[in-house]
Structure formats: C-alpha cells, structure tokens
C-alpha cells in the first residue's frame, strides 16, 4: 500500500527540517537503485561513492531549488524521483568522462522515446520521408494512449519497468506493493504495449 506524500511534499516545501529527513529515508534507496540503473546502462564504472555523490547532489538541489514544487501529479512523486535521479547520474557521467558521449538519451523524453528511437530504426536510411513522421506519430500517440489508459497502480509499474528497466524486486521495494502483483500488472502492460505497436514492430 503506498503512503500519501502530500503532506509531506507541502512540509518539505515549507523547508521543515524533520519532513526532509523522512523524505529522504522513504526514497534513499529508490534514489540510488535509479542512479545505478543509469549507470548499469551506460556501462559507466562506478563505485558506491559515485552513487553517493550524485544522491547528495539530487538531494541538495531538489532543496535548494525548491524542486518539489514542481511535482505536478504528486500522487506520482516515486516516477518522478527516478527521473530526477537519472537526469542527475547522466550529468554526473557527462562530467566525468570526454571519452564517451552519454548524451544521446535524455530522461525528460517523453515516455517511450527510446522505444521510438529504436523503431525509427526499422525505417528507411536517409531524410524522413512524410509517411516515416506520420509512423512517428502514430507510435507516440499510442504510447502515450497506452499509459493514460493504465490504472494509476499500474501506470507507474508500467513506467519503471518497460521505460527504466528496472526489476520486479526494485519496483516492490518503491512502491511498496507484493512482488506477485508487481510482476502480474508488468506482464499485463508489456502484451498490451506489444499488442498496441505489432503493426509497427513486424
């Protein structure tokens, strides 16, 4: 069962000392599961300082900037901290390395544009001809469609496991749910998304 944040979220704003440290206890370890995806991913070799140092970094913005005011569906607010988590590993990798550009993937996309980026590839080399846009579109729109139309419980499931990869265990550790209906509700919106875009996928 999750917890309701949004007294929380208004007491953290407020700049309540004892609101932040409970904040950061519930989502400590969403925050450092999320950065070490993104490094996992990137195939980045880091150590738990690194994972530390872009947690503290996180943290100390979110506070200082008064990010938590920005929450626009604060029923959400465990999607949203990923996100923020992996904005701020990809900046932490970007700042340590010239080697490797780690910049061809942004977490502000839209959800499912790496799916649609991974699609585009099934299409013609070359310009983008008006028929390969309107392929784009329609894909983009049926993503979107496909997580307005999940039960709130399961939207964010849907989005931590098909759009952050991350693993049944991680998402019944975030949100608090038994790992059989984490697993169940996953399994559900990967055939209903595969169902969705097989005219796009064959």
Request: a positive charge; glycine letters at 2%.
């Amino acid at each position: 069962m999750t917890q309701d944040d949004n007294p929380l979220i208004e007491r953290c704003i407020k700049k309540d000392p004892l609101a932040w440290a409970e904040l950061v206890r519930r989502y400590s370890n969403l925050i450092g599961l999320s950065i070490a995806n993104i490094f996992k991913k990137y195939s980045f070799p880091y150590s738990r300082s690194d994972v530390d140092d872009v947690r503290q970094n996180l943290l100390i913005s979110i506070w200082k900037d008064g990010k938590l005011n920005t929450i626009k569906n604060r029923r959400e607010i465990s999607y949203w901290i990923a996100v923020s988590s992996g904005n701020m590993a990809l900046d932490y990798m970007r700042s340590r390395s010239t080697k490797e550009r780690y910049d061809t993937l942004s977490m502000h996309e839209s959800p499912g544009e790496s799916l649609l980026n991974e699609l585009a590839e099934s299409l013609p080399s070359g310009k983008p001809t008006p028929l390969d846009e309107a392929h784009r579109k329609e894909i983009s729109k049926s993503l979107n469609l496909f997580l307005e139309d999940l039960p709130h419980s399961e939207r964010i499931i849907a989005k931590l496991n098909i759009f952050h990869e991350m693993t049944y265990d991680q998402i019944a550790r975030i949100t608090h749910r038994p790992i059989g209906t984490v697993s169940s509700a996953a399994k559900r919106a990967r055939d209903e998304l595969r169902r969705r875009l097989k005219k796009y996928l064959q």
